[in-house]
């Protein structure tokens, strides 16, 4: 009885323990994924310059970094602007906040963008999703310099239940996440949605250095061994019922 309350105990203090920072454990990040809702093409300005000018600097500072900032690759007004935030833990994505409060920098910088009112909005709406890394991939990764790529691909895959949403990550750690590395998808990050529409979902991001060669990266990828094997694998069968694909480019604000 007295060893079965010990490793009860010891279970519940494993639980309980402050997670370490993911640079010194290898633990997996969280990001944020940001999509501000526009109506013209000086909304879009006023969200980059927002963050290319008073919030990047003050995460920067923070030490979260580095953050992508994104836009749809068709020109339209209605664009939406797509923001990416890595951090090392839940401390300090919950941290946040407050230091951006408490940062004159960023007050000052940021103050005409944060009082925008009725008439004149910064931006329609935006909507925020917290995930965490996959076991599979745990740190966002930067595409090389000399690889620098022009476009990128944001996937969310829906899965039909919070089972089948594993399963699907089971898949991609089984192969996949090493197969488009393997083919020059060449992956940035890959997270489970923890907080946000749309669940139970994943979502990941691509990238390529015209949307023509990253066309070729999928074509690659369709054909290869390993996907065929994977995909007629009994096990995965069924665990996406749908998938919303955006091709996006860098803002000058971004940092990927």
Same mark, same amino acid.
Request: glycine residues 6%.
């Given at each position: 009885?007295?060893?079965?309350?010990?490793?009860? #105990?010891? =279970?519940?203090? &494993?639980?309980? *323990?402050? $997670?370490?920072?993911?640079?010194?454990? !290898?633990?997996?990040?969280?990001?944020?994924?940001?999509?501000?809702?526009?109506?013209?093409?000086?909304?879009?300005?006023?969200?980059?310059?927002?963050?290319?000018?008073?919030?990047?600097?003050?995460?920067?500072?923070?030490?979260?970094?580095?953050?992508?900032?994104?836009?749809?690759?068709?020109?339209?007004?209605?664009?939406?602007?797509?923001?990416?935030?890595?951090?090392?833990?839940?401390?300090?994505?919950?941290?946040?906040?407050?230091? #951006?409060? =408490?940062?004159? &920098?960023?007050? *000052?910088? $940021?103050?005409?963008?944060?009082?925008? !009112?009725?008439?004149?909005?910064?931006?329609?709406?935006?909507?925020?999703?917290?995930?965490?890394?996959?076991?599979?991939?745990?740190?966002?990764?930067?595409?090389?310099?000399?690889?620098?790529?022009?476009?990128?691909?944001?996937?969310?895959?829906?899965?039909?239940?919070?089972?089948?949403?594993?399963?699907?990550?089971?898949?991609?750690?089984?192969?996949?996440?090493?197969?488009?590395?393997?083919?020059?998808l060449a992956?940035i990050f890959?997270?489970?949605?923890?907080?946000?529409?749309?669940?139970?979902?994943?979502?990941?991001?691509?990238? !390529?250095?015209?949307?023509?060669?990253?066309?070729?990266?999928?074509?690659?990828?369709?054909?290869?061994?390993?996907?065929?094997?994977?995909?007629?694998?009994?096990?995965?069968?069924?665990?996406?019922?749908?998938?919303?694909?955006?091709?996006?480019?860098?803002?000058?604000?971004?940092?990927?």
């Amino acid at each position: 009885m007295l060893n079965r309350l010990t490793l009860l #105990l010891t =279970a519940l203090l &494993t639980l309980l *323990a402050p $997670a370490s920072p993911a640079a010194d454990t !290898g633990s997996s990040q969280y990001y944020e994924v940001r999509i501000y809702h526009t109506k013209s093409a000086e909304q879009q300005q006023r969200i980059n310059e927002y963050w290319q000018n008073a919030a990047i600097p003050a995460y920067n500072r923070q030490g979260i970094q580095p953050i992508g900032v994104f836009t749809e690759l068709n020109e339209s007004p209605t664009n939406g602007i797509y923001v990416l935030i890595p951090c090392d833990s839940l401390a300090i994505f919950e941290a946040m906040p407050g230091k #951006l409060a =408490a940062d004159a &920098t960023y007050q *000052a910088a $940021a103050a005409d963008f944060l009082a925008a !009112g009725k008439a004149n909005p910064a931006y329609e709406r935006f909507e925020s999703s917290l995930l965490v890394a996959f076991d599979g991939m745990k740190q966002l990764v930067v595409p090389p310099a000399a690889h620098r790529p022009n476009i990128f691909e944001l996937r969310t895959y829906m899965s039909p239940g919070e089972a089948k949403g594993l399963n699907k990550i089971h898949m991609f750690e089984s192969g996949e996440i090493t197969l488009m590395k393997d083919i020059g998808l060449a992956p940035i990050f890959y997270g489970r949605k923890l907080i946000g529409p749309n669940l139970p979902c994943l979502m990941y991001l691509t990238c !390529g250095e015209t949307p023509e060669a990253h066309g070729q990266h999928w074509k690659a990828f369709s054909a290869a061994p390993v996907w065929k094997a994977l995909q007629a694998e009994p096990q995965y069968k069924d665990n996406v019922s749908s998938i919303i694909k955006i091709m996006l480019k860098r803002t000058p604000a971004s940092q990927i």
